[in-house]
């Protein structure tokens, strides 16, 4: 998924919107794959025997015709009944796994206000405890196997030889997850909490510790960290591991990309390579790219010279 994927997705907004529209609000989607089959089993059987009922009415036109607007009825309610639980569970995947569609389609056009309103009752109701769930469950694990030294700091992809210590924590009541780096003098900590309308609303960033820091640089931090939510479906355990990521850089001397404010790119991982001839500023070629497209320039975003 890549920065693009939010602009992608508001063509898929219309979709959702009917797939939303053939939901039973009142009922919770089905949580497993078996339970998806069984649907699609029901749907099938309904079109056998649909297809079987046709197939039986060809030699009976000439019946009495006044109960057709009846059976027509009775059929289009069948058939929603049937499909509803198929439309939760694509709906609930598509938030869990997709948040960045889901939360374009919930402010966009096709959207429109009474919709989102259902919508963000539904998902706060039936939704957000799957995917809360699901975001803690993986920041639990990871915490609890680097507790028990089967993952250590030099499991990630650093190649800097920082001996910060690094620690994640969860709060399940308070849908909170709280990372604390430290090293030498520096003592940093974020803490990230999940709405109840979450994946709908943006996950909150804030700072608990800043030590050895300047204001500056750490409001360049939280940007960073917030902007991976916004333009990519990471989850909470990947937003964290790329800040300790870009604080491994930092403090190895890397400079991060002005246009970003991360030394690491949130997709590729590389360190902001390219360089302005004029003031030797470095940013990601990816970012460039993202930023000569929209603003139809080829001048460093920085001092304005031609690159």
């Known amino acids: 998924i890549n920065a693009e994927y939010g602009r992608r997705g508001e063509r898929l907004c219309p979709l959702l ?10 009922r ?37 015709d006044g109960d057709d607007d009846d059976d027509d009825n009775d059929t289009d309610d ?72 089967e993952l250590s700091d030099d499991s990630s992809d650093d190649s800097s030889d920082n001996d910060a210590e690094f620690e994640l924590h969860v709060s399940k009541a308070t849908r909170q997850v709280t990372a604390l780096y430290e090293t030498d003098d520096i003592e940093l900590g ?32 939280l940007l960073g960290i917030t902007s991976t939510f916004m333009t990519q479906d990471g989850s909470l355990l990947d937003a964290c591991l790329l800040w300790k990521s870009n604080l491994d850089q930092h403090f190895a001397g890397v400079d991060p990309c002005p246009i970003c404010y991360a030394v690491l790119h949130h997709q590729t991982n590389a360190v902001p ?29 920085l001092c304005s010279h031609p690159f």
């Not at 948040?99 to 919930?106: E, F, G, S």
């Not at 963000?120 to 030294?149: D, T």
């Not at 974020?190 to 030590?211: G, S």
């Open 17 to 26: 919107s009917r797939v939303f529209g053939a939901i039973d609000e009142r």
């Open 273 to 301: 390579k390219m360089a302005c001839a004029n003031c030797s500023n470095k940013f990601h070629s990816t970012c460039l790219f993202t930023w000569f497209s929209t603003s139809h320039k080829s001048a460093c975003p």
């Open 190 to 221: 974020i803490a990230l909490t999940l709405p109840p309308t979450y994946p709908l609303e943006l996950v909150d960033v804030q700072a608990t510790t800043r030590m050895g820091v300047s204001e500056a640089q750490w409001r360049r931090w």
């Open 78 to 149: 069948m058939w929603r009944r049937a499909l509803a639980p198929l439309a939760a569970r694509l709906f609930a995947r598509t938030a869990t796994q997709l948040p960045v569609m889901a939360r374009t389609w919930w402010r966009s056009d096709a959207c429109g206000r009474a919709l989102s309103e259902r919508a963000a009752a539904y998902v706060a109701k039936h939704v957000s405890a799957i995917a809360i769930g699901h975001e803690l469950g993986r920041v639990q694990q990871y915490a609890l196997a680097k507790e028990s030294g």
């Open 28 to 64: 919770a989607p089905p949580l497993t794959v078996v339970d998806a089959w069984v649907i699609v089993s029901d749907v099938c059987a309904l079109l056998d025997a649909n297809a079987a009922g046709d197939s039986d009415g060809i030699a009976d036109d000439d019946d009495d």
